[in-house]
């Protein structure tokens, strides 16, 4: 009985059938086989071979990956029933992140250093869950026996100690951010709300008074769980920089079918409380960069910009700020004052309003690509730009087409993307377009390497000192170099990768 149960909670709400669930669950001999095979494979496999197995074995299940992932939450919750309670009621966004980190991971592959910052922030984020180092074994074993079992007699003890490497990677990772996030700071905050502005009937900008010290740098984001929905975490960017009395203000839209927006806009009031989990995102100003800066936020995107220009007004005084603040209906504009008066005190910046579907309103109007583009004529194409991108899924993609066609690379270009089930993040948020590491930049270009000082208490490179023991949990004292016969994943990467050229490719290749 406690099998079953478990089983039909995997399959619940995403039309999973509930029979496939269930025949996970009598597959304990699976995970043990796999077990073995890892024990006695895991040091014979050549280093070189594995960005290309984990390619090859994940390609084998690609095309019914929802079956995959309904087999692998039917065994979490029938080996490990105990697990069941660190997850939401409603597994369908649970089930899209699954998809969309190993899609991440097996695209970085051949390059997986430039996974280390997301696996970092995974590991941090996983604690509010509860999630202690032993689970990762428990949740991995399940994951490689459901790729097994849809993969069928074309899986290899090649792949198993190709993924094994991908294990101690990533949980060795995700365990040594978590470790040292528990140094300084808790699992989670909790969160009085200490304002709630209805702006407009689906927009309401809450301003939030966590319990502790909360360290984030503009242009981050946050996990929000609510009272009315237990153990189901959204993210929201930070409208802010940091304040003296360390309050957090975000703006939240409400989305079709949204539990935690709709119930944050439309059944919160100020007193109730909120848990919030660390802060991620690399989308931060490079404030030792000479470059003047462009903006474009469509909708409630702007709320990562507009901390990012607050937090310019206590440092900047050369460097020129432009803008764009896009919505489809004037009475959209929900932070528009606001910005004004920040603009009056700061002349260097300068904010362009925009509104797309109303033909009356009197300032500018059109798609936010376009009026930023026939801006650009006045300004060099935006050449010589640092440029931040924060909005929905296809305003994002817009955007940077069209700036693409002004000759901007991708590498110039930091972006969120946001869209679909409350918030849930896209490909590509906080991050630019990753760019081959061998040469420096220019001064003034942004990079992924981030010349910025890192969040405090984060790990500031992938190394760790000599000696430290060859474990999942210190992975990272091996030095740089090729893959390592010892089921360690690491890889030299310069001159190996190659920078995508759309934004779609882009998209595509990071998907998490």
Not at 46 to 74: K, Q, W
Not at 153 to 158: G, M, V
Not at 231 to 243: F, M
Request: some cysteine; hydrophobic content about 40%.
């Amino acid at each position: 009985m406690v099998r079953q149960t478990a089983a039909e909670n995997a399959a619940d709400s995403d039309g999973t059938d509930l029979a496939e669930a269930i025949e996970a669950a009598p597959a304990t001999e699976a995970i043990e086989a796999s077990r073995a095979t890892r024990a006695s494979d895991g040091t014979d496999l050549d280093p070189a071979r594995v960005p290309a197995l984990i390619r090859d074995s994940f390609a084998l299940v690609s095309d019914g990956f929802d079956r995959v992932v309904s087999h692998f939450y039917a065994l979490v919750f029938t080996e490990y029933p105990a697990l069941r309670d660190m997850f939401p009621p409603m597994m369908d966004a649970q089930r899209d992140r699954l998809f969309q980190a190993l899609v991440r991971i097996v695209g970085q592959a051949e390059h997986p250093d430039g996974l280390a910052d997301y696996l970092r922030d995974l590991g941090r984020e996983h604690r509010k869950f509860g999630v202690r180092p032993e689970h990762y074994d428990m949740v991995w074993r399940c994951l490689i026996s459901a790729l097994k079992h849809h993969a069928g007699s074309t899986w290899t003890a090649e792949m198993d100690a190709a993924w094994l490497a991908a294990y101690q990677l990533i949980a060795g990772t995700m365990m040594e951010a978590a470790e040292e996030h528990a140094r300084h700071a808790p699992a989670w905050w909790n969160a009085r709300v200490v304002g709630h502005e209805q702006r407009t009937p689906d927009i309401a900008v809450l301003t939030l008074q966590p319990d502790a010290p909360y360290k984030f740098r503009p242009g981050q984001y946050l996990s929000l769980e609510t009272q009315r929905w237990p153990r189901v975490w959204r993210h929201y960017s930070i409208a802010n920089a940091p304040r003296p009395d360390n309050t957090l203000t975000l703006h939240v839209r409400t989305v079709p079918a949204g539990w935690v927006s709709t119930a944050l806009v439309n059944h919160t009031k100020v007193g109730d409380t909120v848990r919030l989990g660390p802060a991620s995102g690399t989308m931060v100003c490079n404030t030792t960069s000479m470059r003047d800066v462009l903006c474009i936020a469509g909708g409630t995107g702007l709320a990562p910009l507009k901390a990012m220009v607050e937090d310019m007004a206590k440092w900047n005084t050369t460097r020129q700020v432009r803008l764009f603040y896009g919505a489809r209906h004037d009475d959209e504009l929900y932070d528009l004052a606001d910005l004004e008066r920040l603009a009056y005190r700061r002349r260097w910046l300068s904010v362009v309003p925009t509104v797309s579907h109303d033909p009356r309103y009197p300032g500018e109007r059109g798609m936010l690509p376009d009026v930023v583009t026939r801006y650009g004529e006045f300004f060099d194409h935006w050449a010589g730009h640092d440029v931040y991108v924060s909005g929905s899924v296809p305003m994002v993609r817009a955007t940077i087409a069209r700036l693409q066609e002004l000759n901007i690379p991708l590498a110039s270009i930091r972006f969120d993307a946001y869209g679909g089930m409350d918030g849930l993040w896209q490909p590509g948020a906080g991050q630019g377009a990753p760019v081959p590491p061998p040469a420096p930049a220019a001064p003034g270009t942004a990079t992924n390497e981030r010349s910025d000082p890192p969040v405090p208490g984060s790990p500031n490179s992938l190394g760790a000192p000599p000696g430290a023991p060859d474990t999942p949990g210190s992975w990272a004292a091996a030095s740089h170099g090729a893959w390592r016969r010892d089921s360690g994943w690491r890889a030299e990467v310069a001159g190996q990768v190659r920078a995508p050229q759309t934004i779609d490719e882009w998209l595509l290749s990071q998907a998490s």
